[in-house]
């Protein structure tokens, strides 16, 4: 079986590197940068920046987690309502 994850090139900073990426995490990270309206360069060094990981790959799989969860607490909470 082929594996889906691609290496693909971005410039941070300036400098020019690559990051493994399945497509599905591809994707989301580029959605990602349009509701922020950032580019995906930017978005990327930002995660670079805060990371706490050795491999930039995991430091954004674990940065689109967050944020899905993020997102999906949030919309948890506007959907039931003020607490009683």
Do not use: C
């Amino acid at each position: 079986m082929k594996s889906s994850v691609v290496k693909r090139s971005i410039v941070i900073d300036g400098h020019k590197t690559s990051v493994s990426l399945e497509d599905a995490f591809w994707s989301d990270l580029k959605e990602i940068a349009r509701a922020r309206q950032a580019t995906l360069s930017k978005l990327v060094a930002d995660i670079d920046q805060a990371r706490q990981q050795n491999n930039l790959s995991s430091a954004i799989r674990l940065f689109i987690l967050a944020y899905v969860r993020e997102d999906r607490t949030t919309e948890g909470q506007a959907t039931q309502g003020p607490a009683e």
